[in-house]
């Protein structure tokens, strides 16, 4: 198995766990924060697929998938266009909300589309290319693959525990 086979099924599987967590969750669970400053089913899918569409549109020089298809528009969030979620503020958080998964699986399967088309044309000397040097060491592009997959998949484990204390509650 190659190092892009991989990456390709790890990210396959953020895809099935993000559908998991929207399968048959009211809006109203998808918006809801268990405190003020806590954040949403809602908020967790949408930064690490934003987070997802921006690393990968800057690693692979694409355009990204938020602003190429329309979809902050869609959302209508209110927030900056590059916006992805880090460092914002409760009140910030706050305004990610969605009236269905529908959205929130809309635009991970977007993303996850022109992610695996940019994992497809790996080579794996590709994996050794500098893609940030704003890192001692500098990032390589296998290190922020890895990186993205890791952060995604804490996120959406996030967002699966967070849909069972929610249904537990609302119980």
Do not use: C
């Not at 880090?86 to 992610?115: C, I, N």
């Amino acid at each position: 198995m190659h190092a892009k086979d991989i990456l390709i099924d790890g990210y396959g599987r953020i895809q099935e766990e993000v559908h998991a967590v929207v399968d048959g969750l009211s809006a109203t669970l998808l918006n809801a924060r268990p405190a003020e400053d806590a954040n949403s089913v809602a908020w967790l899918l949408w930064h690490l697929t934003r987070v997802q569409d921006d690393h990968f549109a800057d690693a692979f020089d694409l355009e990204q998938v938020w602003l190429a298809q329309d979809w902050e528009q869609r959302f209508g969030l209110g927030l900056g266009r590059e916006e992805t979620g880090y460092g914002q503020t409760p009140a910030e958080v706050a305004k990610v909300r969605v009236d269905s998964g529908d959205l929130l699986t809309g635009y991970y399967d977007a993303v996850h589309e022109q992610s695996l088309r940019a994992l497809r044309g790996l080579a794996a000397k590709d994996l050794e290319r500098v893609v940030d040097e704003n890192w001692d060491p500098p990032v390589t592009l296998g290190a922020r693959l890895v990186s993205v997959l890791s952060d995604d998949l804490q996120h959406v484990g996030q967002a699966a525990f967070l849909r069972g204390l929610l249904q537990s509650a609302a119980a």
